[in-house]
């Protein structure tokens, strides 16, 4: 079975230009989770989507950050404008159920931000 | 200037040795939990998970335990080899609640 799929693995952007990351949950999971892991604050949950419908977004950093799930199969994760603050490494998941369930994670892409 | 960040737990095994590492979690509800390993430069990769009406459960060398009393928990890895080094996370849920993950903890294995 194939896993989450991100892309892209590397991104490495100017100051000011838009980012946009990329998510193919695994077939049949209901949830999908965007998270951000860095070294000064560990694993963040930042949006998780239902149905692919946003349910919270409490974790997004600031208005800057925005993800859709326009399908069942796909997500995205936008920055705009980037900041080198937003280097980190971006992780897609998905799972059947909220909880009590297991996150499955991608193999994450890893943002820099000169 | 000096760096600051989260200051992971580290654990060194031998080869070939048992390791246990311990998560201590915030929440006495929580009815959840799941061990996670994360290679370098990889995902999290789930390992094994538990509910809480149960206190032990195994898999393939690996055994997590739970003692709810003092809210522990452990990951018992067995026969330690190089391809265990990794950062463990453990993470626990209630009910509709999400995930909440720990800082970690970096094994190395010894050769």
């Known amino acids: 079975d194939a896993g989450v799929i991100q892309s892209p693995r590397h991104e490495v952007t100017e100051m000011g230009q838009e980012v946009t990351l990329r998510c193919k949950p695994i077939s049949g999971h209901d949830y999908l989770f965007w998270y951000r892991q860095t070294m000064m604050r560990g694993l963040e949950l930042l949006i998780y989507f239902n149905n692919n419908v946003p349910i919270d977004d409490s974790g997004m950093p600031e208005d800057r950050f925005s993800a859709k799930m326009p399908n069942a199969s796909f997500s995205t994760l936008k920055i705009q404008p980037s900041e080198p603050r937003d280097s980190a490494v971006y992780f897609c998941a998905s799972s059947r159920k909220f909880s009590g369930n297991t996150i499955y994670f991608g193999e994450g892409s890893w943002l820099t931000v000169v | ?111």
């Open chain 2, 1 to 111: 200037g000096e760096s600051v960040g989260l200051h992971l737990p580290t654990l060194s095994v031998q080869e070939g040795d048992n390791s246990i590492i311990n998560c201590a979690y915030s929440n006495s509800a929580s009815d959840y939990f799941i061990w996670y390993k994360q290679e370098s430069g990889k995902g999290p990769q789930f390992i094994i998970d538990i509910r809480s009406n149960m206190d032990k459960r195994q898999g393939q060398r690996v055994t997590v335990l739970l003692n709810k009393t003092v809210k522990h928990l452990s990951l018992q890895i067995a026969a330690t080899q190089p391809g265990d080094s990794a950062v463990y996370f453990c993470a626990e849920s209630f009910g509709n609640e999400k995930l909440t993950f720990g800082t970690g903890t970096r094994l190395t294995i010894i050769p």
